[in-house]
């Protein structure tokens, strides 16, 4: 490591603003500070001094992703060896996933960090380390049989529309990540709904064995088909069909452990998902209108990415509210605004994504209100001390 310093420093005169190579400044800064941590120090005035800055923060989401990642390439070779009728080995089931998921990871970072790189490279500004985790969390929040241009242009669209007509990173409104799930699914529904797009080989055209259908437990529960639903134990651990990062909900706890033990992850966003998506089932249960609301409220947790939008969706520092009132009150809305569309629109099983994105519009304006309210609060405090 120290001889690739020493020819960073080497060649770094060259790419200086003004130098030979100037121009390409931005690009050389990212791959620079990818490499090693900045050097950059203040030198004036007064500064909270911190070791937690953009490059941490993202490296630890990504170390937190990775269970999901290793499981959800596990998995798509698990449900494959089912379609096929084979017993496969756990080494199999990975190398067959692994291959299957690396191509739209690949696709993913490679049109959304050339885009970021072109607006930071016509802008002459540093580029931001933002995309490393939406990179990941794009094809995690997709079915496995997605063809690849579609995750092409969905990742452009969540980058240029979703991010860089805004300013760019940290200046978004929508979460880029379901931005580009949400494109895919209202462009091309048939690739993102249905019981054939979850099993890779059920996306090609394959013929299943008997009694191998592909349906999620969602499905199931949208067409009243009750009993079909998985056992909690493969809900819980995730053998399931369904995207490829959102169905172990074990390996999804793990990452929430890592995100709430560093601080990175909002506890208060995660739990009031929670007791929002509670509150909704038991309302359902005690309406019970139709077999969907008989599901119980628990249950639902563990069902669809409702686990996943709570712990990496909802979360997201950017999009959601920022005081820690408005945190308790858009985490309750999301979660209970993703049973409301779950349970009560046959046409979308799942409603997690339209909900989190729902909210991430109406944040500023919960923060606003939160923050207005605490104004007249102590106005009123200091008429009450000038009397």
Request: hydrophobic share 50%.
């Amino acid at each position: 490591m120290k001889a690739l310093r020493n020819y960073i420093d080497k060649i770094k005169p060259n790419f200086q603003k003004g130098a030979k190579f100037g121009m390409f400044h931005s690009t050389f800064d990212a791959f620079e500070t990818f490499l090693f941590v900045p050097n950059k120090v203040t030198t004036k005035g007064s500064h909270i001094r911190d070791f937690v800055d953009m490059k941490r923060t993202m490296t630890v989401v990504i170390t937190a992703l990775i269970p999901t990642l290793l499981f959800g390439m596990w998995n798509v070779g698990y449900q494959h060896s089912l379609m096929i009728g084979e017993n496969w080995t756990l080494w199999q089931n990975f190398w067959f996933g692994f291959l299957k998921v690396l191509p739209l990871l690949i696709v993913s970072y490679g049109v959304g960090l050339g885009i970021e790189f072109a607006f930071a490279q016509s802008r002459g500004h540093e580029v931001n380390e933002g995309f490393l985790v939406t990179g990941i969390l794009i094809p995690l929040v997709l079915p496995v049989g997605v063809p690849l241009w579609m995750v092409a242009i969905a990742t452009a669209f969540s980058v240029i529309i979703g991010k860089e007509v805004f300013g760019g990173t940290g200046m978004n409104v929508f979460n880029p990540a379901l931005l580009a799930r949400a494109f895919l699914f209202f462009a091309y529904p048939s690739h993102m709904s249905g019981d054939n797009v979850w099993v890779a080989g059920l996306a090609h055209g394959a013929k299943a064995v008997d009694g191998f259908s592909g349906a999620t437990p969602l499905s199931n529960a949208a067409s009243y088909h009750i009993d079909s639903i998985p056992s909690t134990y493969d809900m819980f651990m995730g053998y399931i069909p369904g995207s490829i990062g959102e169905t172990s909900k074990l390996a999804i706890l793990i990452g929430a452990a890592i995100l709430l033990i560093t601080g990175i992850g909002s506890w208060r966003i995660m739990l009031s998902v929670v007791i929002g998506g509670l509150s909704a089932g038991f309302l359902f249960n005690i309406l019970s209108v139709n077999p969907y609301m008989d599901v119980p409220a628990w249950q639902h947790l563990i069902m669809g990415g409702f686990a996943f939008g709570a712990v990496f969706m909802a979360t997201d520092p950017v999009t959601a509210a920022q005081t820690n009132k408005g945190k308790w009150i858009f985490g309750f809305l999301v979660g209970f605004m993703a049973l409301l569309v779950r349970v009560l629109n046959p046409a979308y099983p799942e409603g997690m994504m339209l909900s989190i994105l729902l909210m991430n519009a109406f944040a500023p304006l919960i923060d606003h209100y939160v923050v207005q309210a605490n104004i007249k609060k102590r106005l009123k405090r200091a008429q009450k001390v000038a009397q």
